[in-house]
């Protein structure tokens, strides 16, 4: 099984992207993890909000592996605790299909990209810059997977 993350959103600040590359190396025996960029809908005055979502949206089903689960981060999704995900991702290995995970863009998915999602996960209530949210679920996975392995990494 492999991973990837789909997300809006272009040229990540450095500590994210080094923060992302230590969690997707750490993952890497587990669960290979990769990085889609996918570029963001046009905004600004004059601009169409929802037609800005709806070419982002295009652009990020395109980039979902075929007969992959999809998991949409969405803030009205389902809440998971650490150990919640590590169950879930053993049902997921169980399956036997690859996953990819996506992040829409500032208003969040275009409606189409909420309907091809097999779930919706919510990283809590409060609202992340969507770069961190990219660091969080690397970060989570990387932690279920550890859980899965016995590995200590994880102490509740």
Known sequence: ?????????????????EGFA?????????LPLDLVEVEPG?????RDTARAMSDEGGRVLAAV????????LDGRGRLH?????????EHWRMQGRDLAFLIGGPEGHAPDVLARA???????????PHMLVRL???EQLYRAAAMLANHPYHRA
């Open 42 to 46: 046009l905004r600004g005055k004059g």
């Open 81 to 89: 605790s650490s150990e919640d995900l590590a169950q879930r991702l």
């Open 22 to 30: 230590e969690y997707r190396k750490r993952l890497s025996h587990w």
């Open 1 to 17: 099984m492999k991973a990837k993350l789909i997300a809006v959103g272009e040229r990540a600040p450095a500590w994210v992207a």
């Open 118 to 128: 097999d779930e919706r996960w919510s990283l809590g209530p409060l609202t992340l």
């Open 65 to 72: 592996p075929r007969d992959a689960l999809v998991v949409a």
């Open 136 to 138: 969080v679920l690397a």
